[in-house]
C-alpha cells in the first residue's frame, strides 16, 4: 500500500507488513479513521485487517487481525455521541455471507477529544512534510 501525494508521481511512502515480501497479500481496500489523522485500516487478500497508525510506526501495522468469513466491505464511522460524555467510534464489516459485524473501537483506536485530534493532525502533517 502506498501513500501518494498530489505533488509527486512517486508515493511518498509504501507501506507494508511484514509478510508482504513473500507472499501476495495485496490490500483490497482502505479506510481512513475520521477521529485519527495517523490511523487507517486496510484488508488484504488474506482476508486479514491491518491497522496502521503512522505515529507510531511506518515499518509495520500495530495490529493485524485474520478473520475466518470473506470481509466484503468495511466501513468506519465518525465520533458518535452516546450521552454527553461518551463518544463511540464504530467499525462495520460485511461479510461473504452476508453477515453485518458492528464493532465498538476502543479509544487507541476510536475516539480522542479535540485537543488530542489537534495534536494528531499536527503529528500527521509532520509526517507527510518530512517525506
Known amino acids: 500500500m502506498a501513500l501518494f501525494s498530489r505533488n509527486t508521481e512517486a508515493?511518498?511512502?509504501t507501506l507494508t507488513n511484514c509478510d508482504d515480501a513473500a507472499s501476495e497479500s495485496g490490500i483490497e481496500f482502505v479506510e481512513w479513521s475520521r477521529n485519527k489523522p495517523c490511523v487507517l485500516?486496510?484488508?488484504?487478500?488474506?482476508?486479514?485487517i491491518h491497522i496502521w497508525d503512522l505515529s507510531v510506526?511506518?515499518?509495520f501495522p500495530v495490529c493485524t487481525i485474520p478473520f475466518k468469513d470473506?470481509?466484503?466491505?468495511?466501513?468506519?464511522?465518525?465520533n458518535?455521541?452516546?450521552?454527553?460524555?461518551?463518544k463511540r467510534s464504530y467499525m462495520v464489516?460485511?461479510?461473504n455471507t452476508f453477515n453485518v459485524n458492528l464493532y465498538i473501537l476502543n479509544k487507541d483506536h476510536g475516539q480522542q477529544n479535540p485537543a488530542d485530534y489537534d495534536i494528531n493532525v499536527k503529528k500527521f502533517l509532520n509526517y507527510v512534510n518530512r517525506l
Do not use: G
Open 11 to 13: 508515493p511518498l511512502i
Open 41 to 48: 485500516y486496510a484488508k488484504d487478500k488474506k482476508n486479514r
Open 57 to 59: 510506526s511506518d515499518i
Open 70 to 78: 470473506e470481509i466484503n466491505f468495511m466501513k468506519l464511522s465518525p
Open 80 to 86: 458518535i455521541t452516546k450521552d454527553e460524555n461518551v
Open 93 to 95: 464489516l460485511i461479510s
